[in-house]
């Protein structure tokens, strides 16, 4: 059974653009937990735009469950997410994927990424590499001897048609057997809705699937607590 986390950025995101304070990404986290989540997701990027350093902290005050923050690979991030102590970390190499954005890859930034792993190497804490779903990018992270691998699963928005989508899935099925031989485990994050996340979660022995946009969006009708209890209902 997958695990469920909720990535609460879109909340952020909708705070910063649309100006509404209510959009609180620290309450929408633990309406999350009172609705399921198995852990929240925060990602960290350079200058702190929509998630800021104070979202952060009181996440880490507020919320019981584990904590995974996602760290673009500078010295402002790093530093700050090692002072909040994380049960997990997921190094993301070059930017945050994005539609048409640049890609996860792991080969520029093998130095950076094996001095990341080596600051934030703790017996009580998981730490991942978030990626492509390619098999060189899964033989490359398994080199780093981290804990686990994300895979990007954003790209399934670009297939057009249900056949284009089951063979991408069914590449993905084979990329979660071939990581989990390697000794790693396996998550997903990207282009998961309500209408594919059962399917989703059923590909190989996946750990942990996230999910942001499609929550917060459901959220909008029928409440974060519901909408996180309906993606579980699916996940689990």
Known sequence: MAKLGVNIEPVAILRERGRVSEADPVMASMLAELGGADFIVCPLREKFSSITERDAKLLRMMVKIPLELQVELNDQTIGFSLSLAPEKVTLVPGKFPEPQGPRLDVQPHLKELAKAVQDFRSDERLIGIWV??????IKAVAGLRVDYVKLYLGHIAEKKNLSE???FLE?????????NKMGLATAIEGGITYSNAAMIG?????HEIVVGDSIVARALCVGMEQAVRDMCALVH
């Open 132 to 137: 492509e779903p390619d098999l060189q990018q």
């Open 165 to 167: 989508r089951a063979d």
């Open 171 to 179: 590449q993905i099925s084979s990329l979660v057997l071939a990581a």
């Open 202 to 206: 059923a590909l190989g022995k996946m």
